[in-house]
C-alpha cells in the first residue's frame, strides 16, 4: 500500500482486523521495521488521541516521529494553482510538500473541511495537494470528508466486543453546539458497509449523509426504531449535508441516555460533549466502548504504517 486515505484503501477489512489483534497482542514486533524512517505529522487543526495514538504507533515501529502544527505555527500555505501570492499565504504546497518529503519518509496530514464550500470539501484540497506534490506516502488523519484511521479502529473494537456472529450496529446522529464535519460518520458508514453485520442509520429529516456514502444502507428518521435489538450504538453529530455545514436541529430530544440504549454497547470517536451528544449515566456505565476504541486507535495507526513501510 502507498497512501492510506480512505476506507477504500483497506482490501479485506477482516484480515486487516486480525492483523491489528496480532499488532495488539505483540506491539513490538516489528519495532525495527521502522528504524532510521521519520514519520512526519502535520496538524491544520487541534487533535488528542491522533496526535499521541499515531506517534505511539509509529514509536512501536522503530519510526522516529516529528510532528507540526501548520496553523499558526507553520507559514500560511496556498493551494491554489496560478494564484497571484499576494494576500495572507507566503509558501505554496508545491514547495512545502516537495520539501516536507525530503524530511520524511511517511506524511501524515490532518485537515478539516471548512463547511462552507461542499466543493472545495469534496476535492479534498489540502489531503489531494500532500497526495499529488508530496513524494512520499500520504495517511489521512482525518481529512474533508474522511477520518480513515478512526473507521478502521472502529471496525477492530467492534470485532473485538461483539457477542454475536452478524451484530446490529447503530450509527446515530446526536445533537452538537457547533457544525461538525461528516468525515468520522462517512468513514464509520464505509466500514461498516465492508463488515458482516446489520447496519443501519437514524439521524434526523435534513441531515442524510452524502448518498454517494450511504447507498443502500437504510435510514431511519425514527431513533427509537432503529435502536430496536441494537448491539452497538455509535453515535455521532454532524451538520447538514443537504443544507451544507448548517445546524438545522438543537434539541436534546435525539441525546443518548441509558434509557434509549438498553444492553446496546455505546461507541463514539471522542471528543465527546457531556449532556449534549450523551448523558452521564452511558459515558460512566460499562455500556461505554469509547475508553477501547480510543486504545484501538493505536494498532489501527501502527497497522497502516507497517503496510506501508512494507512496501517502502
Ligand atoms: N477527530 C474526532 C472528531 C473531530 C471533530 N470534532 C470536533 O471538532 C468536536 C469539537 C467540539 O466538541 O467542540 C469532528 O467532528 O470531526
Ligand atoms: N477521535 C479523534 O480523532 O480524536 P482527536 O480529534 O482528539 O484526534
Same mark, same amino acid.
Given at each position: ?36 524512517? *521519520? &514519520? ?6 487541534? $487533535?488528542?488521541?491522533?496526535?499521541? !495514538?499515531?506517534? /505511539?504507533? #509509529? ?54 473541511? *471548512? &463547511? ?6 469534496? $476535492?479534498?484540497?489540502?489531503?489531494? !495537494?500532500?497526495? /499529488?506534490? #508530496? ?178
Amino acid at each position: 500500500m502507498k497512501n492510506y486515505t480512505s476506507i477504500k484503501d483497506i482490501e479485506h477489512i477482516d484480515n486487516w482486523i486480525q492483523e491489528a489483534k496480532e499488532l495488539k497482542r505483540k506491539p513490538l514486533n516489528n519495532n525495527l521495521l521502522g528504524k532510521n524512517k *521519520t &514519520l512526519g505529522l502535520l496538524f491544520f487543526n487541534s $487533535s488528542l488521541r491522533t496526535r499521541l !495514538s499515531t506517534q /505511539k504507533a #509509529a514509536l512501536n515501529l522503530g519510526m522516529d516521529p516529528i510532528v507540526m502544527n501548520v496553523t499558526g505555527d507553520a507559514w500560511g500555505i496556498e493551494f491554489g494553482d496560478g494564484t497571484v501570492m499576494n494576500g495572507t499565504t507566503a509558501e505554496h504546497i508545491k514547495e512545502g510538500a516537495a520539501v516536507i518529503s525530503q524530511y520524511c519518509d511517511i506524511i501524515a496530514v490532518r485537515a478539516f473541511p *471548512t &463547511l462552507t464550500d461542499k466543493e472545495k470539501d469534496e $476535492s479534498e484540497e489540502v489531503l489531494e !495537494s500532500f497526495v /499529488k506534490f #508530496a513524494s512520499v506516502p500520504v495517511v489521512s488523519m482525518e481529512s474533508a470528508t474522511g477520518h480513515p484511521l478512526q473507521g478502521l479502529t472502529d471496525a477492530i473494537t467492534i470485532s473485538e466486543n461483539t457477542t454475536k456472529k452478524k451484530p446490529k450496529v447503530v450509527l446515530s446522529w446526536a445533537p452538537h453546539v457547533k457544525a461538525l464535519p461528516h468525515a468520522v460518520a462517512n468513514s464509520f458508514t464505509q466500514a461498516m458497509q465492508k463488515m458482516d453485520v446489520e447496519f443501519v442509520i437514524t439521524n434526523p429529516e435534513g441531515y442524510n449523509l452524502s448518498s454517494e456514502i450511504t447507498k443502500d444502507t437504510p435510514i431511519y428518521h425514527n431513533q427509537e426504531e432503529a435502536f430496536k435489538d441494537a448491539d452497538f450504538i455509535y453515535t455521532k453529530n454532524w451538520s447538514s449535508y443537504d443544507d451544507y455545514g448548517k445546524i438545522l436541529k438543537t434539541d436534546l430530544d435525539w441525546m443518548i441516555t441509558k434509557e434509549k440504549i438498553g444492553d446496546a454497547k455505546f461507541m463514539h470517536c471522542l471528543p465527546v460533549r457531556r449532556n449534549v451528544v450523551v448523558e452521564d449515566a452511558v459515558l460512566d456505565s460499562d455500556s461505554s466502548l469509547v475508553i477501547a476504541q480510543a486504545n484501538n486507535r493505536t494498532y489501527a495507526a501502527q497497522l497502516v504504517l507497517k503496510k506501508i513501510l512494507e512496501n517502502l
